[in-house]
């Protein structure tokens, strides 16, 4: 790290350190915070503490990964934001084959009404069926639906609260199947189509991972914001209201953005940290998550940035309009600074000179660098402490984590840094290794549909040919 700061005198490398050394953790902050996410994890997964807890662990009622046996044709859906899109996916043993076209959700329908809502997204399937000749085939459907939502069963998931700008009346405390379902009958023209499941994105990047590789076992998403999912076993799921049958475990969404949420972190916490969480739209919620995910990395280091600033340690104490503009200062440009080449600092000046920075030279490309380096080292290592806590958890010998999510495909050396730190704070005995999930919202909702549709049918060729039990 020092390395990086060749040139700058050893007095103001002092005064610098001085500053951002909140910033700069060790490993008894991080087994630290492990141990205080377990606690919460088994809060979470308890009856009586559930409520109180800041990681509420649901239950997904998936309980199995794909065994490689998924055989067919079945369609997907995925709305996380404005875009929403249809998917057709075959699955056909290791091979996977993906048509799908993207609707875009027009404003005044997510300002508008649920039943107008449901009736768009049964509109979109319908045209998606009939350009790909599917209208009288009969084809499992799998949906992941990135808002909070409380699961009550694989194929029932109730909205707690909307998010990312829809505002649909008449849908938060609904199971959104049900109401996709209606709108589906309200067509008149769909019969075939029946939603087997519902997903968030941890689970699919999971599934759509454990697809080309069994033992996968972590969903981890690291983007705009974060959350995980792991395999738990039953037994240790107190709040488990579903059959006991074999395989005796169930994919646990953990929403671990919410650690922090009741003071656990404020031992880690910095200025930086308090002045972005006072001025975001949920203050004191999202603790853990406003530390590490990709919309906050960038505003953490543009207030170290600033405070170096004004105390003259970068740029001559000459700032700039951009610069002193709260969320100005990208997380993309993180990444570009940290990616940038050293000997020349080519994108470092180009950002420099979008901020409209007057007075920079290379100990100021150094400093920010360094800067930029500490904000996105402290994040991985803190996801990294997360991953290990469920590595550690789980005890299991071998694991594969399924990574998706703008901030760790992008980032330089997020990857790498993960990897470091998750390795120092495992027990010895487990083994890991992270992948890259691809399209995890799309096959994965498919996935998950194949596998439900997989345990219907065996259910019913349990109970002799009967119809199955259940949903």
């Not at 994040?379 to 290990?388: P, R």
Request: overall charge negative.
């Amino acid at each position: 790290m020092k390395k990086d700061l060749n040139g700058v005198p050893s007095a103001k490398l002092e005064k610098v350190e001085n500053i951002l050394k909140p910033l700069d953790l060790g490993d008894d902050d991080y087994r630290k915070v492990m141990d205080l996410m377990h606690a919460e994890l088994v809060k979470g997964l308890t009856p009586a503490t559930h409520e109180a807890a800041d990681i509420k662990c649901y239950p997904t009622y998936v309980r199995s990964v794909p065994d490689g046996s998924e055989n067919g044709d079945f369609l997907a859906l995925d709305l996380g934001g404005t875009n929403f899109r249809v998917l057709l996916i075959n699955l056909n043993g290791q091979e996977v084959k993906m048509e799908s076209k993207i609707f875009i959700i027009p404003q005044h329908i997510m300002l508008g009404s649920g039943i107008q809502l449901f009736d768009h997204i049964a509109d979109c399937i319908f045209k998606f069926m009939t350009d790909h000749k599917l209208t009288d085939r009969k084809l499992p459907l799998g949906f992941t639906f990135s808002f909070p939502c409380r699961q009550e069963g694989l194929d029932r998931a109730i909205l707690t609260t909307w998010t990312k700008g829809f505002k649909c009346a008449g849908v938060e405390g609904n199971d959104i199947v049900q109401l996709l379902h209606e709108a589906i009958v309200r067509r008149g023209d769909m019969k075939n189509v029946k939603c087997l499941a519902v997903i968030n994105d941890t689970v699919g990047a999971l599934m759509s991972c454990a697809h080309s590789d069994r033992k996968c076992a972590i969903g981890l998403i690291l983007g705009t914001g974060t959350n995980a999912c792991y395999i738990e076993n039953l037994d240790d799921v107190k709040t488990w209201d579903g059959d006991t049958d074999e395989p005796h475990e169930v994919l646990i969404n953990s929403e671990w953005g919410a650690f922090g949420n009741g003071g656990a972190l404020d031992f880690v916490l910095t200025d930086f940290d308090r002045s972005i969480d006072k001025h975001s739209i949920n203050p004191g919620k999202q603790i853990y998550e406003k530390m590490i995910s990709g919309m906050f990395l960038g505003e953490i280091a543009r207030l170290a940035i600033e405070r170096l600033r004004k105390n003259n340690l970068l740029f001559e104490g000459e700032g700039s309009y951009h610069l002193s503009t709260r969320g100005r200062f990208y997380t993309k440009y993180v990444s570009e600074i940290e990616g940038d080449d050293v000997d020349n600092f080519t994108v470092t000046k180009q950002i420099f000179e979008e901020l409209e920075l007057v007075t920079h030279n290379e100990q100021d490309y150094r400093l920010v660098r360094h800067v930029c380096s500490l904000v996105s080292r402290r994040a991985a290592y803190l996801a990294s402490a997360g991953i290990a806590c469920l590595l550690n958890k789980m005890q299991r010998k071998e694991v594969t984590i399924g990574v998706d999510g703008s901030l760790y495909r992008f980032h330089p050396f997020f990857h790498d840094l993960m990897m470091e730190k998750t390795r120092a704070l495992t027990d010895a005995q487990i083994s890991f290794k992270m992948m890259l999930s691809h399209d995890g919202s799309g096959k994965g909702a498919a996935l998950v549909a194949a596998v439900a549709n997989r345990l219907l049918e065996e259910k019913k060729e349990a109970k002799g040919q009967g119809p199955s039990s259940g949903h």
